[in-house]
């Protein structure tokens, strides 16, 4: 039986009762994944994963999705990416600047992430906190007549932060390789998503890669797109989580929209940051069985 807190913030929880270095049983399977899905992040706290291990736990939220930035992946390891502000002959070992700005994780892609899976093995003296905001609760505030408005608008995505395309400021996107410049396509995804597990009504991607609504002028949707952005982002719907070392977090991308602090570049090993990122698409394996039954 897992036992379950509330985080600080407004939205969250932390489970214990749970080791996640060991394969899942089906009931706590799905007891993990209803609780995550009616609370879109959670953290674990004092685990102790092998990679192999972090690895099996990541594939019961979904399909591994190896990340875009190819470059920022582990070696020999393709499904996991590094977030650190370690470098190496000059060059962070992971993402290191390119999350500090509101975001919904590879919505730039098709199928866009469902889940993002983290795990903390060195933390900074100071902290790191991460930013979440809720948009179902973003969505569920709407004025009726906001609602009816948007109810349908398909927006359009590609790789960058609408608010910041200079890739040499720290708030914009990770900057791209020559080779994956040439990989940049438009996706489109509904503004206004329902769940695919719950049935929810969220705000979808209204900040980061979303660049324009089909048939609305560019103006007009850069426009509209900025007000939801502002309204998703107000502090009543947004909570911030500082890892610990040993920490499992996962949050529901298509519910939430996310921001990293600006990190300095680690100095000496107190300053160090290193978290392991495993991104997937898709339903958990554990509905996708049930739909089947
Ligand atoms: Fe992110």
Redesign the pocket.
Known sequence: MLSVQRLPGVFGVEISGIDLSKPLDEVTERELFDLFHQHQLIVVKNQSLEFEEFDRLTKYFGRQDPHFLDHLRMRGHPAILMLSNVFENEKPIGVFEG?AFW?T?VAYRDPPNSA?IVYSLERPRGGCPTHFADMFAAYDALPAAMKERIEGMVVLHHYGNRADMDENSRTSAERLTPEQKKRVTNVFHPLVQRHPVTGRKSLYGVAGSSFGIVGMPKDEAVELLDELKAHATQARFVTQYDYDIGDVAAWDTYSTL?M?TLQDRATTPETRRLLWRVSVTGKAPVYERIDRR
């Open positions: 999350a975001h994780d993002t996310h990293a």
